[in-house]
């Protein structure tokens, strides 16, 4: 599980292969650091360095409303994203093994979706007294009711999904079924949102852009543990995926409960996927564009290697498209459009190169 | 909730009957004509535009000519001829050979903005208006009613106009809320007057008030308009004149909009509210931005730092009651010492229970009435004996 | 020798919405550790399910598998694993994963939980790579091997897991003939040499009929087994195997396509020179006889041939004027 164990099987194992993940891991590590650092330095408030660090040593800006910046602001969005960008390449990876599909993710698949759904049904269905939470917030209790409503949402398309996935065979059926499940949700929100206020839809409108800057210091303290615990079953399960490359069959020839694999997956991602929804919106194209980045930059489909991997890259990722959203333009660019950029030119060259059988069978 | 409505529409019938009453003409501009004399002047009351940019109306003895220059953003001017009933059509001039040609008084009118209704109030024809795209966002009384008897129709209650709905409404006008669509062409080829009403699309409030005028062009109201029009003008500038002598020093700083997922929607720097802070006696925070709508989507970031000083913040979150309720929502704008100080206000004093606020229908034709509000939260000496209209504070235990 | 695997009155097949089909029943069969048992049957006969339904990838309609002596509905995921390795049709190709990784991957059911590789973990890798001849393919990545490289990869993966029994499912698909002859030798000195059970299901008769210690025939809804000569001599490989238009040769133990309406030819002459002359013949549509016949070909130990025909004798020297000849015989209308 530790970058220790996987380092010394690649040292017994591949000694030429060896070097590219040894290098690799440490430098993302470092990159991440870095960017982590950068993102919480620049903001769209120009404020100067040594105020920055003053603050982060525990001092007062020369403007008090730049403390309040970098502590409520730029340190709450960067961990967000960091973990957002973690969650949602960890939950691409997993969907993409699982499934044998390398352009799952779970916006693709429509689990996304399905948690926008088990969202728009608290904020948007229930009327005025829990809609309230959406804007002004019953707090904790609102969180928590969003949150398990994405979760759950997130499930019920997950199941069908992998359902399908089990009977048909080609990657880009699943998908398109993906898509159209993910059309059909997006059907439905349209109808509940029809007898709404305009202001709640404006809400809903901003909450679909996508956003890490919505996750205050409070909320924090729910979206941490979840999303940790989420990666956590990856994290713990590398064996199992790393089996599950061949093929489910030959997984289980060599001794995998598929099924309580499959469950444990599948709750994993839909904690991952729910979770990310609830509190960010749904985040186009990261999901799937990450694995595939990490499996480019660590030269290996080993999951020891690759989860950590997706993690690192991820997060940095996540934290590089929050920033270019809030840098880029004049205003802030909705976070959606940034991480299409970054996601779909990766899709297309999936899409391009799996005709030679790079991934999948 | 409901009594709570009625009591804040009691204030409002109070208010509205401060302005002068609106006297009824002395013929009856309903009648077609029975018989025509080309020499005489069928329009005795016409339209004088003060503020309006955005349309422009000439007479013509048994005509109108009303041009609105932009109907839709960036879409080309429209010119309508408005022919008084009865008369027969006259030799028009060939710039003019395609524009519809609109018999006046119409009989029967639909609207696709809520901001119309207080207008046709205004001017006494809102019993002429028989659908409307949905009642659920207005707070005009007698347009709620009339839905519930069904004696209004409602032609998109899901934002997109049902055309058969509309042609079977058979309304002798069909008035745009200032944004073109497909559906408009169709309604238009069904043989139904189609006119645009960009009244959001003029840069000053009073212009956007003026448009009751435009309004009162189909109905051959001018004089009523007219009546209003200078009621809601006077006000407005008696207002502004209260604290026109204010020093820089005695303007309180403001901010506006909410933040939604940590991104913040604000009021441009030429936009109705920025313009009305002004004149009420306010320095606004983004006074030196260009846009006329909003400033787009700003970071919390530029928000909270442009902000840190504010005294006070308008047009929040109408789903701010306390402040409990901005911590619950974002911990950062809470801490702000507007929010501290309870210096949060909403315009929601007035809602409907579908949903409508009456800030944005009657808002639009009464900008003095908003502005008096404002006068109020930035000097609570000033017109202190005057009611709030649209806005509430958020309370501090 | 031990029994590896033991079948009772095992009934294999598909349970579909109510009913049952049924595909191979009454199964009574052993296979003893070291023994490669190939199973032979035409497409469509159940080969397949009954390879799955040994290593419970389904169930069976009746009757048990036991392996090594113990039913295996009574068995883990993990320690069925260890008992059984299984080489499967689909093929896989993972990216970025090099040899000894994929053949690693056969330790998961012997790994704990941490899934830390141990020496005794590298040292079945290293045994699995080199018992397939593969130590040199280690560092490879997967999708740069080639077909019998990928498959000789597949069964070290499946050795890795060091089961007693070997399961493959026509493990020579897709491989050239060098690749095929290879594979089967290997499979059998696994068997021998390794002393694992070994089952395969072939199309290649001719390379099963040598290397096989004992045959499964799949045939009409049972399984014939036997040692391969003694199903060649009772005719029952012929039978099972033989179509309407093709027909299995004992002696050649192969397949000849049967053409309505043959004509007959004898050839005279022995050693090479004779079976290229008679295969010249027979890609004309002929059968070649021992008695009389109209046509007759000598084929001379220097390479020269004659032919006799109702028509006259002609006589050449390269077996591509004989095929010239043969045509021209075969299109006169027969006598």
């Not at chain 2, 409505?5 to 002395?26: D, I, K, R, Y």
């Not at chain 2, 442009?306 to 929502?329: F, G, K, M, P, Q």
């Not at chain 3, 006889?289 to 028509?311: C, F, K, N, T, Y």
Request: overall charge negative; some cysteine.
């Amino acid at each position: 599980m530790s970058a220790e164990t996987t380092i010394e099987v690649a040292a017994v194992a591949a000694p030429r292969r060896r070097t590219l993940p040894a290098i690799m891991l440490p430098a993302l590590g470092v990159l991440f650091v870095a960017v982590f650092l950068l993102s919480i330095g620049r903001g769209s408030v120009a404020i100067p360095v040594d105020q920055v660090v003053a603050i982060l040593l525990g001092g007062e800006g020369d403007r008090a409303s730049w403390s309040v910046i970098v502590m409520d602001v730029r340190i709450p969005r960067a961990i967000t994203a960091a973990l957002s960008g973690a969650a949602l390449g960890v939950a691409g990876l997993q969907m993409q093994t699982l499934l044998r599909n390398p352009l799952a993710d779970p916006f693709v698949l429509g689990i996304s979706s399905g948690a926008s759904l088990g969202v728009a049904v608290v904020v948007l269905g229930t009327g005025s007294t829990v809609g309230a939470v959406f804007g002004a917030g019953l707090g904790l209790t609102g969180d928590l009711a969003i949150t398990a409503a994405a979760i759950i949402g997130a499930l019920l398309v997950l199941i069908p999904v992998l359902a399908i996935s089990a009977r048909v065979r080609n990657p880009a059926t699943v998908l398109v079924v993906g898509l159209m499940l993910g059309y059909g949700i997006q059907g439905f929100v349209s109808i509940l949102s029809a007898g709404t206020s305009p202001e709640l839809l404006q809400r809903w409108m901003f909450w679909s852009f996508g956003s890490f800057t919505g996750v205050t210091a409070n909320k924090l303290p729910i979206f941490a543990p979840l999303i940790v615990l989420g990666i956590a079953v990856a994290f713990l399960t590398v064996r199992q995926l790393n089996v599950l490359l061949l093929s489910e069959n030959y997984a289980r020839s060599m001794g995998l409960n598929a099924g309580r694999m499959r469950i444990a997956t599948l709750g994993g991602a839909a904690v991952l996927a729910g979770t990310v929804t609830a509190f960010c919106g749904p985040i186009a194209f990261l999901g799937v564009a990450i694995p595939h980045i990490a499996r480019g930059v660590l030269g290996t489909s080993d999951h020891r290697l690759l989860v950590p991997g997706v993690v690192l890259i991820g997060a940095i990722l996540a934290i590089a498209a929050q920033m270019i959203a809030l840098l880029a333009g004049d205003g802030v660019l909705p976070l959606n459009a940034v991480t299409a950029l970054i996601g779909a030119p990766v899709v297309v060259a999936v899409l391009l190169r799996s005709r030679r059988g790079a991934f999948v069978s | 909730m409901k009594p709570i409505l009625s009591t804040a529409l009691l204030a409002l019938t109070g208010a509205l009957v401060a302005v002068p009453s609106f006297a009824q003409p002395a013929e009856n501009p309903d009648a077609c004509l029975t018989a025509f004399d080309p020499a005489a002047d069928y329009f005795p009351q016409k339209a004088d535009v003060e503020y309006a940019e955005n349309f422009t109306v000439a007479y013509h003895g048994s005509y109108k000519v009303v041009t609105v220059v932009e109907p839709s953003p960036g879409a080309p001017s429209e010119t309508y001829v408005l022919l008084q009933c009865g008369a027969p059509l006259p030799e028009l001039p060939a710039e003019l050979a395609g524009a519809p040609v609109i018999e006046v008084p119409v009989a029967t009118i639909h609207s696709e903005s809520a901001t119309h209704f207080p207008m046709l109030e205004a001017i006494g024809m809102i019993d002429r208006l028989t659908g409307v795209s949905s009642a659920a966002y207005t707070t005009t009384e007698a347009v709620i009613a009339g839905a519930a008897a069904g004696t209004i129709i409602e032609f998109a209650p899901t934002f997109t106009i049902d055309v058969e709905t509309v042609i079977d409404g058979e309304p002798a006008l069909f008035m745009t809320g200032g944004f073109t669509t497909a559906e408009h062409g169709q309604l238009a080829d069904a043989g139904i007057a189609v006119v645009a009403n960009a009244e959001w699309l003029e840069p000053t409030v009073l212009g956007r008030a003026e448009w009751v005028k435009y309004i009162a062009l189909f109905f051959n109201q001018e004089g009523e308009a007219a009546t209003a029009f200078d009621a809601i003008d006077a006000q407005y500038a008696a207002t502004m004149a209260e604290v026109a002598s204010l020093t820089e020093g005695e303007r309180p700083l403001v901010f506006t909009g909410a933040a939604s997922e940590g991104i913040f929607y604000a009021a441009g720097g030429r936009s109705y509210v920025a313009e009305m802070i002004a004149d009420a006696g306010g320095r606004y925070i983004f006074a030196d931005n260009d846009d006329t709508g909003s400033t787009g989507l700003t970071d919390i970031e530029v928000m909270l730092d442009e902000a840190a000083e504010a005294e006070v913040w308008i047009n929040a979150n109408s789903a701010y009651r306390t402040l409990a309720d901005i911590v619950a929502d974002d911990p950062r704008l809470a801490a702000l010492p507007a929010a501290q100080a309870g210096a949060v206000w909403n315009y929601d004093r007035i809602t409907s229970p579908g949903g409508g606020v009456a800030y944005f229908d009657l808002g639009v034709l009464r900008p003095d009435l908003v502005l008096i509000d404002l006068v109020k939260i930035f000097h609570p000496e000033v017109m202190a004996d005057r009611p709030f209209t649209f806005y509430r504070p958020i309370t501090v235990e | 020798m031990s029994t590896a695997i033991t079948l009772e009155h095992l009934s294999v097949g598909y349970r579909g919405r109510g009913a049952t089909h049924a595909v191979l029943t009454g199964l009574d069969l052993a296979v003893e550790a070291g023994a490669f048992v190939c199973l032979l049957g035409a497409n469509g006969t159940g080969k397949s399910t009954l390879l799955r339904t040994l290593a419970r990838m389904q169930k069976p309609l009746a009757g048990r598998v036991l392996l090594s002596g113990v039913d295996i509905r009574t068995l883990p995921q993990a320690a069925l694993a260890r008992l059984v390795g299984l080489v499967l049709t689909e093929r896989f190709d993972v990216a970025a994963l090099d040899v000894y990784r994929v053949v690693a991957l056969g330790r998961y059911a012997h790994q704990g939980w941490s899934g830390r590789m141990s020496d005794a973990d590298h040292a079945a890798v290293r045994n699995a790579l080199a018992a397939v001849g593969a130590s040199h393919l280690a560092q490879r990545d997967c999708v740069e091997l080639s077909d019998g490289e990928r498959q000789r990869v597949n069964v070290a993966r499946a050795l890795a897991q060091e089961p007693a029994v070997l399961i493959l499912d026509e493990p020579t698909a897709h491989l050239d003939a060098a690749s095929r002859a290879e594979l089967m030798a290997l499979l059998q000195e696994l068997a021998r040499g390794h002393g694992l059970a070994v089952v395969a299901s072939t199309h290649d008769i001719d390379l099963a009929l040598r290397s096989a210690d004992a045959i499964w025939l799949a045939s009409a809804g049972r399984v014939l087994a036997g040692a391969p000569e003694d199903l060649v001599s009772d005719g029952s490989l012929g039978r099972a195997l033989s179509t309407g238009s093709v027909g299995f040769v004992p002696e050649t133990r192969s397949f000849r396509l049967w053409r309505p309406g043959g004509r007959i030819a004898r050839v005279e002459g022995s050693g090479l020179p004779a079976s290229l002359a008679a295969a010249v013949l027979e890609r004309q549509g002929f059968e070649i006889v021992a008695g009389d016949a109209p046509i007759l070909v000598e084929a001379g130990d220097d390479g020269a041939w004659a032919l006799r025909s109702p028509e006259g004798e002609v006589s050449g020297r390269s077996w591509a004027s004989l095929a010239a000849a043969v045509r021209s015989v075969a299109r006169a209308p027969p006598p």
